[in-house]
Structure formats: structure tokens, C-alpha cells
């Protein structure tokens, strides 16, 4: 299949399921939407990894969100009074976000755009941030040299990938595999995780049955597709604790998931001159 065809699937895909809208119990763009979303992700990332997003050290700076969803980033950007722009494949995310934005009377640059071909001039932001995004897109190479290239030189940014865990590596997987269908049946939304069968499937699934492409990576996919940026550090956290033990787990059990099981590797990077 050519990739312009994946690329379609992808953009039908989250055009329909809009990220919270797998499990949330209120209607989406409403205000209690936006609250629930912001409260899951505070549950989610929030004790573990927030600081990785950097939201309160760029007033007045041009950031750029690749794969905004439901704005959550851009929303906190803004309110911290970055200049922001957000960009997403689809006019079901762009919509969510401006509706997420004006309940709170902030305001920021949004498009429908291609991370794998992004409409902005080389060099055009002080940092960026795509959270989640380059993963489900048939180019991730394409995507992420071309979010190097909107960034100048000595500008930073954050990107988030489903992470190459070693319980994936195939000598760990069969038990692995196991655990998940013993444990995570009843995911909301995501009838099929608890089948999984490959670690594609895992990272693929956890968006929903019907999600297209899901890939996962490891530190040293990260440090070949950034060869032209300097890392300054990778942290692997998320795990997704709601879906085992609810939302209630003892602090201690939800901190050490986070930090021996997390799905997600998170990059911390300088652009090179
Ligand atoms: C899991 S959501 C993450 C949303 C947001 N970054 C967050 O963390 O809340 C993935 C988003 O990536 C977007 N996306 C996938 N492929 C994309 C592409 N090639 N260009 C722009 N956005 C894309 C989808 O439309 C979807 O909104």
C-alpha cells in the first residue's frame, strides 16, 4: 500500500476517534470534556513526567505543537503565554482545540498540516513539541527531520514515542503477551487489547481497534533519526494504571509502574547549528 493511502486511513481513523473519545463519559468539545481530559492526564503523566513539556518556560516564545488532538499542550502553552501554533492532520482535532482554547479566552495559531510535510519556513521556532503523534504516521523519519527542520539552531523540543520496552524484545514477549490478556481485558474502548498477539499490535491497539499504524522505538531509533540534534535526555514513563487498578491505586504501585513499565519514551533535544 502506498503511503499516501496509509496516511489517508490514519486521517479517517483519528478524524473519528478523536484522542478521549474512546472513553470519556461526557460529549465531546463540551466543557467538562476538556476537564476530564485535563484531569486523566494529570492522573496519566502528571506526578511523573509534566516537566518534560517544559509549558511554563517559553512566555513569549514561538513553540510549535506537531499532533495537537484535543489541545491539550497548545492549551497549557498558551495559558502560559507561548506563541503558539498547533498543527494536526485532521479538522476534527483543529476544531476541539479552538473550542478548548476559546472556553478559556486563549488564543494560538491553528492548521490542519502533514508532520511529514510541514507548511512552515526552516529555522521558524524556538521549541516544539509532539506528544504521541510521529508514531502513527506511515513516514516517522519524514516527520521528524521535518520537525528538526522548522526548529532554528539552538532551539529545543520534546517528542514523545511509544517506547521499544525490552518486555517486548522477543526472547520476553510470550510472557508478556500473556500478562496483557490476562490482565487488561476490559480496557474502555480497546475491545481487542487483551488479544494482542505482536508488539505492533500493543502499541497499535492501545489507540482503539481500528487505529491504522502504532510503532514503538528505542533510544537508539531516537538518537539515528536526530543524528543533527544533541540529546539531552530520554525518560520512559506512562503507564496506564486507571485501566488495572482504577483510578484510586496507592501512589507508591502507580510510581513504580511508571518508572519499570512505561509505554512512552520521551526525547529532550537541541537542535545543532
Ligand atoms: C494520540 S493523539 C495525541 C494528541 C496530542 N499530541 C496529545 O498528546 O494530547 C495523536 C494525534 O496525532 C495526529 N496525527 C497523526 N498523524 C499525523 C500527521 N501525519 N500529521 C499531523 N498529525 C498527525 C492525529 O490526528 C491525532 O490527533
Sequence with gaps: MRSSENLAQVEEYWS??????????????????????????DYDEGDFCQSMYEFDQHSDKKVLDIGCGNGWLVWNFARNGAKITGVDLTSTAIELTKKRLSIYDLNADLRVA????????DNSFDYLTSAGVLHHTP???KAVSEAIRVLRPGGRGMISFYYLHPLMLPVLWPVTRLFIQLL???VPGRSQFGSVKTP???????????????????RADMRRM?????????EIHYFPTRFLLGENAPKVVRVILDRMLGLMIYTKFEKMS
Design 200 to 218: 505492533d499490535d500493543l502499541v497499535r491497539l492501545y489507540d482503539g481497534n481500528n487505529n491504522p499504524i502504532g510503532k514503538a522505538y528505542s
Design 114 to 121: 502533514n508532520a511529514e510535510s510541514l507548511p512552515f519556513a
Design 184 to 186: 487488561f481485558k476490559a
Design 226 to 234: 536526530m543524528s543533527n540534534c544533541r540529546i539531552e535526555k530520554f
Design 139 to 141: 513516514d516517522t523519519e
Design 16 to 41: 473519528s476517534n478523536p484522542l478521549g473519545s474512546l472513553e470519556t463519559p461526557f460529549p465531546e468539545g463540551s466543557k467538562d470534556f476538556f476537564e476530564w481530559h485535563a484531569r486523566i492526564r
